[in-house]
């Protein structure tokens, strides 16, 4: 028998539809590299050939080398790779960085501080988000040789081959990286997909969550066939089993305006002895997730829900977030209850109990809503008293916390009006009250008391969350240019910093202790989601909470590691057994490594897309406004725009005659001596949007 075989270019060529050639990994043979590199004529190469693996794999023995992974500044030719003791090595060229791409685990001869790749580990390559160089000159027919410019910064340009150049000018598409030739200047792929028109809000939101690696596809259908239907209704057995507070109770809910997946909800109740009963009700998440199902699996890969501007992607299907598992009003809910008796002078704990409940909200408030109530002293209804309850005794918790230690920093969150099309049509910063203090205080509260409650049970099972102390180092900066004003931190200890700031001021300027909670913010790392078993217990503790044991569980409906936690809550107290999926260590670790990269990339999810509407917002004005300065130094100055609530740096001053004073950190403009800039100056700038090359608009503030 005759068996006809080619390959599949010679297939696709067969086929006589020139766009699915696109689709293909280009033959490296067949590639005319000269228009794309700057080889002579000698074949010079233009990178140094990578190491083989024996070499790499003695000089790491030998400690000649080190291995890490390398970062790229964006936009520039430069990177450096962080080892696990913190030290960084530059690589201050494009020849240096060899090939490597942002992210690849890359292996570093150097000296000093200073090295060049020699070889790739791992690659780090993945399907990027862009558009063609729009100066790219389109022929009229037949494929083409053409740049590809990644939105992320921190890629080189890719170069595909296209037969539909004239087609995708316009638009924001995806392509692979297929190889990096040794003479080549920029990496060769090819492309992938089509997302839409660049500049149209779904396709920039798209490029947004692709990015950002944001699992956002419909649920699969076994995901949807683990649910129970929409007119589900708690059962007489599953009620007998709980705790009934539907209305012996006066619970509410208090959550931002438009919120429909309603995690907690609230109660106080003052006893005859004179001591509180507060409760902390949480969705009964794991009542509906059964562990190792389809469901599961599927929430434990997304490991969170990510909000953006215009719309929410959930980590579980809407039946239960917004409908079963939503602490909705004057519906019957299942729930998992935090109970406590309180002294309210004291703030001794008399008792504190889990259990799991039935609850029926009396009321879904917004913080404004609730707030209202509580200063409205006309108002003795049972809610107002609950709330005012609740207030009084958060305000104790929280001056009780903050002298323990514990941090009020600043991250300033904005605001923004929609329209019926989702256009941005207000901007504004997001203004915080007394009742979102108050709820916070009795979530960290709960999230405590589960700590404790689960470390005391499972010493090596908890789940818990840690935040390191920050490196001293990291202060440096902001401690210099503090000096230059007059003032000073404490960064010794969390207490002596949260006691130094809340001493921050400068006459006219009410900003600047927000400013300073601000920058002292971006000194510090990242809060990790963790296993006891893991760690030592002086490694459990929460710097910025200043709390010894902290976790996350009262949002299950929006985090996995709460689920995780309902479930270890639910063994201590019998309603389920230890898994495998809890006491198998390497599987927790997996898990949890998921969830913070998950929560890592959701933030710069909302990050994105708030930068995204901040353009749109912008777009087509000229508006002058307010603003502080945070920080000045010869090449940038960063200013916090009040009105608006976000901070962005000037317009470079490149092409201006400044002089910088680095002692005194002063700006000062060499033509009028009278113009200088220096933290905290109250001045105003200029807001527009600007429309550079490769069609990236850019906030042009001056």
Known sequence: MEILSMTIHDYIAKLGIPSLNDLLVTNNLSIDTSAFSNESSSKSKLFTPYWSSIQIKKALAANEVVQGKISIRPGSQKGFVELNNGKRISINSYKYINRSIDGDVVVIQHKDQEGEVVGVVKRNWRIYCGSIDEE???????????????VDRKIPKIRIRTSQAAELITKRITVAIDSWDINSTTPQGHYISTIGEIGEIETETEVVLREANVPHYEFPEEVMACLPKEDWTI???????????????????????????IDDALHAKLLPNG??????????????????????????????????????????????????????????RLAFSCIWE??????????????KSVIRSRAAFTYEQAQNIIDNQNDTSEIAVSLRLLQDLGKKLRKRRFEAGALALASPAVKFGLDTDKNPTDLELYQLRETNSTVEEFMLLANQAASAQMLKMFPHLAVLRRHPPPDSSRFESLLKSLNTRGLSLDVASSKGLNDTLEKIALPGNDYVNTIVRMLVTRCMQQAKYFSSGDRSSDEYYHYGLAMPIYTHF??????????????????TIGIYSLSKGITERENMRKTLSNTNERTRMAQIADRESISLYTLIFFKEKDIIADASVMSVDSKNVQVFIQKYGFSHELTSHENENWTFDEENEILTNNIDENLKLQIFDKIQVRIRVVVGRYHRSRLNVS
């Open 136 to 150: 790219t000159e389109i022929k009229n027919n037949g494929s083409q040789w053409v740049f590809f410019v990644p």
């Open 554 to 571: 009262t949002s299950p409906i929006r985090r996995y590691a709460d689920v995780l936690v309902h479930r270890l809550l639910g063994c």
């Open 342 to 355: 309180i002294n309210p002078n004291t703030l001794e704990i008399i008792s504190n109990e889990f259990h």
């Open 275 to 332: 001591n509180l009963e507060i409760g902390v009700h949480i969705a009964d998440v794991t009542h509906f997730v059964k562990e190792n199902s389809a469901l599961d699996a599927e929430a434990a890969h997304r490991s969170t829900s990510v909000y953006l501007v215009h719309k929410r992607i959930d980590m579980l299907p809407k039946v239960l977030t917004e409908q079963l598992c939503s602490l909705r009003a004057n519906v019957n």
């Open 235 to 261: 059962s007489s057995s599953e009620l007998s089993k709980r705790k009934d507070y539907r209305y012996s109770r006066c619970v509410v809910s208090v959550d931002p305006p438009g919120c429909k997946d």
